[in-house]
């Protein structure tokens, strides 16, 4: 879910008398580091990205999202949000909110290990023997045997874990705002990386899609509110206005959902790879198109703070996201180059699944 309106009910009032008003430094403090939160797993996802499209190892293949993919993904989506607003109505949320806390925490783990990898790789001490081992696991015997999990890690693998375990540990008992955070900052970087576009044309399908989609759930229904009020999970990057104030046990959250970093930052990494792809040592469509989510996103904040309402973000950022690289493009004479699909090439075949959770429910900018 990408809805201002939503993370507006997400948090509960603090009393009925006395409400919580931030101070302007508060204010400045909790959305300057919400947009800096939101700019390091785009920009750094978008850099590896490039990199995983040139793996040869099959666990580091990214998943590639066809126009079909793309078209259908907003009507998937739907219902997915739908059935949670079902799911929440009938069943209990403290059940429901339960499971998924047991669901993020090996997905935030399994992330939160992934995104540490490379800078572990860089600072394991090479007098620490870093042995290697396979996690193996088949079914049947002789020549009937079948690879179920066929795994391989290293010693820097197993430190990253462990870490990674200890912040899920941390999450689960206390809930605390870094620890989201930083399962939030995996999820992203995350998304970013592994989630290809095959081409533009595929990324302007998609956005569009899902800015119909996020304009319709927010401002049409009360489906998103409900959802994201019931729905306990780091899907949101938060930051406390009352810092300054409470230090870190501060509770009056500003917030960003992911969605609104993983959608439009798969989009300005595939822009990224098409510069490289161009082979001219330049990077105008990725800057281009970085600078118009900033830009979008302050407009957002903007907005939101003029007329006093919260604002779904991707109605701001997608006209900026693709517009600002298509008018390059137009300026260049590169946008027949731009939309064609020889300078990209597939991966793998994407699985929905991946991008439901950061699309369907995370709220996105609110101010309390």
């Not at 499971?99 to 939160?112: E, I, R």
């Not at 969605?259 to 040592?281: H, M, Y």
């Amino acid at each position: 879910m990408t809805d201002a309106a939503a993370a507006a009910a997400a948090r509960p009032a603090l009393n009925a008398t006395a409400k919580f008003v931030a101070t302007p430094e508060g204010t400045a403090l909790a959305y300057g580091s919400l947009v800096l939160m939101a700019l390091l797993p785009i920009f750094f996802g978008a850099l590896r990205s490039v990199s995983c499209s040139k793996s040869k190892n099959a666990a580091d293949m990214p998943e590639t999202i066809t126009s079909r993919d793309a078209a259908r993904f907003p009507i998937i989506a739907s219902c997915t949000l739908f059935g949670l607003y079902l799911f929440f109505k009938v069943f209990s949320q403290e059940y429901i909110n339960l499971l998924l806390s047991v669901y993020f925490f090996v997905l935030g783990v399994l992330a939160l290990s992934h995104t540490m990898s490379p800078l572990m790789s860089r600072i394991f001490p090479a007098s620490c023997p870093n042995k290697q081992y396979q996690l193996l696991f088949t079914q049947g015997s002789g020549e009937s045997k079948e690879e179920i999990v066929n795994y391989e890690f290293d010693t820097k693998n197993l430190v990253c874990l462990v870490i990674s375990s200890v912040v899920g540990v941390w999450y689960l008992l206390k809930k605390h705002w870094i620890a989201n955070n930083l399962f939030g900052l995996a999820f992203a970087l995350n998304g970013v990386e592994l989630l290809h576009l095959n081409n533009v044309s595929t990324g302007c399908i998609l956005l569009g899609g899902l800015f119909v989609y996020d304009v319709f759930w927010v401002f049409g229904t009360n489906v998103m509110v409900t959802v994201a009020k019931s729905f306990e999970a780091p899907i949101k990057l938060v930051f406390p206005q009352d810092l300054l104030e409470k230090g870190l046990e501060a509770s009056n959250f500003a917030m960003l959902g992911l969605g609104d970093i993983v959608i439009p930052g798969i989009f300005i990494a595939l822009l990224l790879r098409f510069d490289v792809s161009l082979k001219k040592n330049s990077r105008t469509y990725f800057y281009s198109s970085f600078l118009a989510y900033i830009f979008g996103l302050g407009l957002t904040i903007f907005v939101m703070h003029t007329f006093k309402h919260a604002q779904p973000a991707l109605l701001y950022l997608v006209p900026a996201c693709v517009g600002f690289p298509v008018i390059v493009a137009l300026f260049k004479g590169e946008l027949t180059e731009m939309f064609s699909p020889s300078h990209l090439h597939l991966t793998s075949t994407f699985s929905p699944s991946h991008l439901h959770l950061t699309s369907t429910f995370s709220p996105s900018l609110l101010h309390l």
